[in-house]
Structures are given as C-alpha cells and as structure tokens.
C-alpha cells in the first residue's frame, strides 16, 4: 500500500495562483511524495506491476483547482465548513456519490490525491 499526490494537481496551483501566499500554506501535503502518471507508471513497470486503474478522490479536500486563488483564511474556513457539513447525512451521501460518479471519471489533475490499482504483470 503506497500514496502518491498529484503533481498535476500541484502543477495547476503553481501556474494558477494568484498570490504567493497559497503555495506557501495551501498545501501542507508532506506525508507522501507527489507524482504524475507516466512516473507512477514507470515505476510500477519496474516492480512488474501494471497498472489497472488511476482515478482522483477526495475532490473537496486540499484542491488547488478552487483552492488556488484563495487566500489560507479562506481555505481554513471553506475546509471548518466542508467538514462541518459532511457531518449531515445528506451531504455525506452527495459527496459520496460526486467523488463515485463525478470525479473517478475526471483527470487526475482535478484533486491533489489520487487512488491507484495495480496487479502483477
């Protein structure tokens, strides 16, 4: 079991923020290494693993698509707001159903963390 983070999300950030303060405190992502797919790819071939599926999830959560013209008040509050509300059954339920049905079929530059499937070559 491994986790990689988007670097095509981080990317995005990079070349769409608007201040230098969100680079600085938006992403306080340190506890996996960032890669893009051809790099996970490669390294899975070297381990003879393929790679069967690679989808974005956790959409709401450390994204740089909306998160990167936000100022870090403003991603502390939308994030104090997100989880307060997922605390209501109903919200959970639509957010589990975007992150199934929405964003699985988006790129995997649309949130910052990612779920990769492999299986022996």
Known sequence: MFN????ENTDFLKS??????????????NYAPFANEKQI???ANRLGLRVEAMYPYNFFTANSMFGCNLTKNQVDN?????????????????????????????PIACSVTMIIKLRKS
């Open 4 to 7: 990689f983070l988007s670097s």
């Open 16 to 29: 769409n923020r608007k201040n230098s303060e969100v680079t600085s405190n938006f992403f306080a992502l």
């Open 41 to 43: 790819e490669e390294v």
């Open 78 to 106: 939308f994030t104090e707001q997100f989880n307060e509300a997922v605390k209501n059954q109903h919200v959970m339920n639509f957010v589990k159903m975007f992150e199934e049905n929405i964003v699985r079929s988006m």
